[in-house]
């Protein structure tokens, strides 16, 4: 591990020069390049020169430990142990420093939430589903708009589609794909009977035009009349649209907006995430195709939390971690499932990395 910091350390001290260098200035393109890598490394650089600096005074302090001077060298075994201590501390914040990160971490999010079994109460659990992430953005800051959406008659979703956007919104939210589970006795049965119903959600990054090419070929377009929840201005114009893919087979309908062009905009845009998801799959799967990793899968047939309302908890069931803050969750309030998450995230990816 120690060599391939130093290497990297050689890299940062190289791309320093570089981007200092008038001639690279000059060119644009390459600067950025150089600059976002300088970027990159640079937090892993300036914790192993603190850990490196910390081996320094290890040293001189054991030299200490020879004193005649019983006072100092009792000094000098207190901080040594603090130093021992520090040096571990280091280590463990540069080990996770070099977990590769992902490429899609700092992109916005595209969130589909979508009823499973339970029919009208699957639909009332993914609108508690979309009212949590709404509230959990709000407090992270993150902006959200609702890019498509098919309501029930008594207020629940079959189907809504988020964009939510802001610093970090993916590498958090990338932990909810997956199925989520409800234990309650509906609002629409009589009989005060416990139910279990599904949502889906699946969270994919916001991709640009540059990371997905769409050819114009390869999709359909059509426009019909909006149709369900909309107000006075449904059914009036031919305003929604639906794309198909043909290759993939994949449809995306939007209808939210009175514009046809802002619901086409709108259409692509999920039809992008949608085929750069297919394409991480297809990596990922020829990346380790016997290899199932307990967290971030997204894989929607994996069932990966339950909300429980007679005993009021939540239980994510990747990690084992059980919260009796069923309320405070529904709110909003997810960092607690989240930081674990991430952690345990951390800790597999750190099992398959060779640090000696």
């Known amino acids: 591990m120690i060599d391939k910091l130093q290497a990297i350390e050689d890299r940062y001290v190289e791309l320093s020069q570089k981007i200092s260098d008038p001639n690279i200035i000059s060119n644009v393109n390459e600067w950025r390049k150089y600059v976002k890598e300088h970027a990159a ?6 914790k192993y020169r603190e ?8 040293e001189a302090t054991k030299e200490l430990l020879s004193s005649n001077d019983e006072e100092l060298k009792e000094m000098a075994e207190e901080e040594l142990s603090q130093l021992e201590e520090k040096k571990e501390k280091l280590l463990e914040e540069i080990k996770i420093l070099l977990i590769p990160k992902d490429p899609n971490d700092e992109k916005n999010v595209i969130m589909e939430i979508r009823a499973g079994a339970g029919g009208e109460e699957a639909a009332l659990f993914a609108h508690d589903l979309f ?10 800051g993150w902006k959200v708009e609702i890019m498509s959406s098919n309501e029930t008659d008594i207020g629940g979703f079959k189907e809504v589609i988020l964009n939510i956007s802001g610093k970090g919104a993916y590498s958090r939210l990338k932990y909810e794909s997956g199925v989520h589970r409800v234990q309650r006795v509906p609002t629409t049965e009589a009989g005060g ?33 909006s149709g369900g929840h909309g107000g006075q201005s449904v059914n009036t114009t031919d305003s929604a649209v639906r794309v198909t893919h043909i290759p993939t087979g994949i449809v995306v309908t ?59 908890r939540v239980t994510d069931h990747r ?33 398959n990395m060779n640090l000696n």
Do not use: W
């Open 131 to 140: 009212r949590m992430y709404s509230m959990y953005a709000e407090k992270k």
């Open 41 to 46: 490394i640079e937090d892993i650089v300036l």
């Open 193 to 225: 009977r416990i139910h279990t119903s599904t949502a889906t959600v699946a969270v994919l990054p916001e991709v640009e035009e540059v990371d997905i090419e769409i050819n114009p070929n390869d999709i359909k377009i059509d426009v019909f009349r």
């Open 319 to 351: 990690i084992g971690l059980t919260l009796y803050r069923l309320q405070e969750v529904l709110n909003g309030d997810l960092d607690e499932i989240i930081e674990a998450l991430i952690l345990n995230d951390q800790a597999e990816k750190l099992k």
């Open 51 to 58: 850990y490196k600096k910390v081996l320094e005074d290890i």
């Open 254 to 312: 939007c209808q939210d907006e009175r514009s046809q062009i802002q619901n086409r905009e709108r259409a692509l845009k999920i039809l992008r995430a949608k085929l750069y998801e297919m394409a991480l799959e297809e990596q990922q799967r020829e990346i380790a195709e016997t290899r199932k990793s307990q967290v971030g899968t997204g894989e929607r047939s994996e069932r990966i939390r339950t909300y429980n309302f007679p005993q009021g």
